[in-house]
């Protein structure tokens, strides 16, 4: 396939007006920690550090706590929900806004494309405040009685791979129930969750009913032990998740878990082979592939392989990677050195065990952290590439033969949040969904999301929901 080439076409870093040094957003202030710890922020595509965020300490955490839990008490759990429904939209309103400024800082903070941030990441996060803003006032009418009651103070924990819609799924649905919130961005990007807070200042939202406390993995572990919270919201890794299940057991805190997965995206001989590969290079491509639902099992039917292989191969070889705020680039930078490794190791140990990998030709930049989107073919379920979140731009592609090896293929894993199916076969959609043990099923598309469309896992992914009415459950009592 030619390749077409570009001129640069990047977004100017100019709007994003970065000061050196942020502090802990406690009851509607900026403040130094107690304990005076700083980390730095860095742009993963240069290793440019981009500002010292400050480290929250036990006793800044004790403070957050105490100040979500007045404002829970005197001002935001006795508020009418179409009074807090208000600040809601105000806060949608002006992320709409101010969206531009947040999509470039987005990208330079995790180093995802300025496209994804842009197109995607934004007008999500804007319409996941705009839907719960009205919910509100309608809580009566959600399904849970007539008069469904706040929590309380939610400490909710989010990871690094969509920094502000991670932040939106746990702030909006805690905000439209009534509850108050501390919330711990990941120590990578802590950056929007800061912007963020200064939303909360411009709409004028009460003191105290959003606290941002920046730092590392102690802080989350201090947060979702605090004796004074009701509720623990985690999004992350399956083994971060099962120690807070145990820090939690035994206590009244509520909990959801939105975890890891390892997710099939089956390709029948009947699908629209062109349209198949468009899904597959979104669903494993799409974040530099740290999506928790990314498509990283290809699993195909073994008639149509090599004609689909040919095509993806084809396909991958028009991807560019690069500059994440280039308009022109599909997939940025790996956002940690951490991350890369960890990436790295699983390939390696998927060439030790005898599949081959396969990347298109191309130039990766010199500084920073990258990783050539990969495929690895004669993959078996034994393979740990087969078995363990990669979480980077590496497809493992696997074959079967009948609609019933698929399933038990699919299903093959500890894991459970979503799975992809490409047929031209109605019923055939509709039966393979049904044997799926994933929280979503995508059908001749992936990586699909709505505000008003619930998500969340079985087994190892995690329990719990998040968006939609059934996101609205795990914050009301
Ligand atoms: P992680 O290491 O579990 O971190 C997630 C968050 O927890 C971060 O803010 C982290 O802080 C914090 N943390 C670390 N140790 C903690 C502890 N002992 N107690 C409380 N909090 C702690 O996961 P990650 O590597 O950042 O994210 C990748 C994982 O998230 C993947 O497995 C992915 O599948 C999953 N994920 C799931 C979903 C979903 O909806 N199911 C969505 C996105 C990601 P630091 O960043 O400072 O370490
Ligand atoms: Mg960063």
Redesign the pocket.
């Known amino acids: 396939m030619p390749r077409f080439e570009y001129a640069p076409a990047p977004e100017s870093r100019a709007i994003v007006d970065l000061r050196s040094w942020y502090g802990l957003f406690i009851d509607g202030e900026f403040v130094p920690p107690a304990d005076g710890g700083v980390r730095k922020s860095v742009n993963p595509a240069t290793e440019e550090v981009l500002a010292e965020v400050a480290e929250a300490g036990p006793a800044d955490v004790d403070r957050a706590v105490s100040a979500a839990r007045t404002a829970y008490q005197r001002v935001w759990g006795p508020m009418p929900g179409r009074e807090r429904s208000k600040y809601l939209f105000r806060i949608a309103r002006i992320i709409a806004e101010r969206s531009r400024e947040l999509a470039v800082l987005e990208s330079l903070d995790n180093g995802k494309p300025i496209r994804e941030s842009r197109d995607a990441d934004l007008p999500l996060v804007a319409a996941h405040f705009f839907y719960y803003a009205g919910w509100a006032d309608k809580l009566g009418y959600a399904g849970f009685g007539p008069d469904p009651r706040p929590l309380g103070v939610a400490g909710q924990?989010?990871?690094?791979?969509?920094p502000l819609l991670?932040l939106a799924w746990k702030i909006a649905p805690a905000l439209a129930c009534g509850n108050t919130v501390v919330l711990?961005?990941?120590?990578?990007t802590p950056l929007t969750a800061l912007w963020f807070a200064e939303i909360c200042q411009q709409a004028e939202l009460p003191p105290g009913v959003v606290n941002i406390l920046t730092g590392?993995?102690p802080t989350?572990?201090a947060l979702?032990s605090h004796p004074d919270i009701d509720k623990v919201a985690f999004?992350?890794?399956?083994e971060?998740g099962r120690?807070?299940a145990r820090a939690v057991a035994g206590t009244r805190k509520r909990v959801t878990l939105?975890?890891?997965?390892k997710a099939a995206n089956i390709v029948f001989d009947d699908a629209a082979l062109d349209q198949a590969v468009e899904g597959i290079v979104n669903g494993i491509f799409f974040n530099q592939g740290h999506v928790?639902c990314a498509g990283s099992r290809l699993l195909v039917q073994e008639s149509v392989y090599d004609e689909l292989l040919a095509a993806l191969k084809r396909r991958m070889g028009t991807l560019r990677v690069g500059d994440p705020l280039d308009k022109n680039t599909d997939i940025g930078a790996i956002n940690s050195g951490t991350q890369l490794e960890r990436i790295r190791t699983l390939s390696q140990i998927g060439e030790q065990e005898g599949a081959q990998p396969w990347s298109p030709p191309c130039q990766l930049p010199e500084r920073g952290f990258w990783f050539a989107p990969t495929i690895f073919t004669g993959v078996t379920q034994a393979h740990r590439i087969a078995r363990e979140?990669i979480?980077g731009p590496v497809l493992s592609v696997l074959t079967f033969r009948t609609p019933a090896e698929a399933v038990a293929k699919a299903n093959n894993t500890p894991y459970g949040?979503s799975a992809g199916i490409w047929t031209e076969k109605g019923s055939r959609i509709l039966a393979v969904a049904d044997q799926l043990r994933a929280g979503v099923v995508w059908a001749n598309t992936f990586n699909k999301f709505d505000p008003a469309s619930p998500?969340g896992?079985y087994r190892e992914?995690?329990y719990g929901r998040e968006g939609g009415r059934h996101g609205l459950e795990a914050y009301l009592g």
């Open positions: 924990v989010i990871p690094w791979n969509f991670m711990k961005p990941a120590e990578t590392a993995g989350g572990a979702v999004t992350g890794s399956t971060v120690q807070i939105e975890l890891g997965g928790c979140e979480f949040l998500f896992g992914s995690g």
